[in-house]
T-cell receptor, first 117, second 110 residues
Framework: DTGVSQDPRHKITKRGQNVTFRCDPISEHNRLYWYRQTLGQGPEFLTYFQNEAQLEKSRLLSDRFSAERPKGSFSTLEIQRTEQGDSAMYLC???????????????FGPGTRLTVL | QKEVEQNSGPLSVPEGAIASLNCTYSDRGSQSFFWYRQYSGKSPELIMFIYSNGDKEDGRFTAQLNKASQYVSLLIRDSQPSDSATYLCAVGGGSYIPTFGRGTSLIVHP
């Protein structure tokens, strides 16, 4: 396994369309995170999964956003009725969480750059 | 709300000099601290992490943590033009979801 992969790398869509992104984490990692990053800003947390359970979702996350991680492997992030403000880099990261430790070393995928016209 | 503050820069240093990058955080319960390097158009890459007060060294990089002052820094010795990038500070609390700063742009000029 060479790392976290994301597909597609680039997506251009028209306002109002739905888009779906995929993330394949490092195989032994049990946590998977989605972030959004805009120019000049750090990654902004969207949601994360522990195995197949979605444990936390940012309060900033619109109802148009939904994420799944069936079977605790890959994850998808769907944005419905896209808006121009959704244009950003969507980053996926994974980590191996060990009980009773503070470890949270995240490894990022290459990202999916979304442009909404 | 947990906040992580970084000077956006750019910080410009000559090749061979020491680059010093700083980060402050608001949540006193934070337990884990990370430095990521991000080249333009690329995703963040973890370069250092630290959990305990004091210094941690890895090659040309040294992370310094002072929990009492809620301050973490990254020193890059013998800076190279290839070190030119944005450096993101991330701070993890009890929930282990790191909060990222906006990053500091570093330029190392020959």
């Amino acid at each position: 396994d060479t790392g976290v992969s994301q597909d597609p790398r680039h997506k251009i869509t028209k306002r109002g369309q739905n888009v779906t992104f995929r993330c394949d984490p490092i195989s032994e990692h049990n946590r998977l995170y989605w972030y959004r990053q805009t120019l000049g800003q750090g990654p902004e947390f969207l949601t994360y999964f522990q195995n197949e359970a979605q444990l936390e979702k940012s309060r900033l996350l619109s109802d148009r956003f939904s994420a799944e991680r069936p079977k605790g492997s890959f994850s998808t992030l769907e944005i419905q009725r896209t808006e121009q403000g959704d244009s950003a880099m969507y980053l996926c990261a994974s980590s191996l969480e060990v009980r009773d430790t503070s470890y949270n070393e995240q490894f990022f995928g290459p990202g999916t750059r979304l442009t909404v016209l | 709300q947990k906040e992580v503050e970084q000077n956006s820069g750019p910080l410009s240093v000559p090749e061979g000099a020491i680059a010093s990058l700083n980060c402050t955080y608001s949540d006193r319960g934070s337990q884990s601290f990370f430095w990521y390097r991000q080249y333009s158009g690329k995703s963040p890459e973890l370069i250092m992490f630290i959990y305990s007060n004091g210094d941690k060294e890895d090659g040309r990089f040294t992370a310094q943590l002072n929990k009492a002052s809620q301050y973490v820094s990254l020193l890059i010795r013998d800076s190279q033009p290839s070190d030119s990038a944005t450096y993101l500070c991330a701070v993890g609390g009890g929930s282990y979801i790191p909060t990222f700063g906006r990053g500091t742009s570093l330029i190392v000029h020959p």
